[in-house]
């Protein structure tokens, strides 16, 4: 999980992680001192829901819904490296670039982020 932090750290400039709030489970990666700290140091909000409570993932299972339903069966990955390429760029450039997201007015979140 670090490793995903310090990418999204470095491809997200530092004037848009204002207001920043990164959503997790309260799995032990999410958790640990080190994650929080690096959090704190970059003035991220972690935001964590109750144990137990339904909505607790909802923004990340429905993140994870549209990847399957729009590009996993759509797509065959042979290889771990492929895979990781490949939704990666699925994720930065189609979704997070282009898509529109209905949550948002119906505009991109690279749009909205610079609106």
Not at 8 to 18: D, H, N, W
Not at 47 to 65: Q, R
Not at 71 to 83: D, N, S
Request: aromatic share 10%; net charge negative.
């Amino acid at each position: 999980m670090m490793r995903a932090l310090e990418l999204a750290l470095v491809r997200t400039p530092k004037a848009e992680r204002k207001d920043l709030i990164l959503h997790g489970d309260h799995g032990s990666q999410y958790m640990s001192h080190e994650y929080l700290d690096r959090l704190d140091e970059e003035g991220i909000r972690p935001s964590f829901g109750t144990v137990g409570d339904c909505y607790d993932n909802a923004l990340a299972e429905s993140v994870n819904a549209t990847l399957e339903k729009e590009f996993l069966r759509t797509h065959r990955l042979v290889t771990v490296e492929q895979a990781r390429d490949e939704i990666f760029l699925y994720v930065e450039e189609f979704y997070n670039g282009i898509r529109w997201h209905s949550s948002i007015g119906y505009r991109s979140p690279r749009e909205f982020a610079s609106a």
